[in-house]
């Protein structure tokens, strides 16, 4: 059974820092692509950053690119992300997501696992 836990949201200023972490049980990061993604009141989910397995190649939103950085590890089997030079515009609901298949990284339908999501709240 697969189960996502997100952890480490919460309230900073403009220029802050958070890291995210996301405990996957159930899920091998070898055979899983995972993903991160977020969403604010009144706007669909979009995708943050993702990573593939194997490869190890991530991928971010344009927005968060030299900002944010995704990582796992495998023997905590834990994935990362995170978030430096926070912006406003970063407040959102962010949720990790997996998946057993492929497809581009930020494509939402393509993640069959969700975690309960953790809320970031960015002050200017």
């Known amino acids: 059974q697969v189960q996502l836990v997100e952890s480490g949201g919460g309230s900073v200023q403009a220029g802050g820092s958070l890291r995210l972490s996301c405990a996957a049980f159930g899920v091998t990061f070898s055979i899983y692509s995972m993903g991160w993604f977020r969403q604010a009141p009144g706007k669909e989910r979009e995708g943050v950053a993702g990573?593939?397995?194997?490869?190890?190649?991530?991928y971010y939103a344009d927005s968060v690119k030299g900002r944010f950085t995704i990582s796992q590890d495998n023997a905590k089997n834990t994935l990362y992300l995170q978030m430096n030079s926070l912006k406003p515009e970063d407040t959102a609901m962010y949720s990790c997501a997996a998946r057993y298949r492929g497809g581009t990284w930020n494509m939402v339908d393509t993640y069959k696992y969700w975690g309960q999501g953790t809320q970031v709240t960015v002050s200017s």
């Open positions: 990573i593939y397995p194997g490869s190890g190649n991530t």
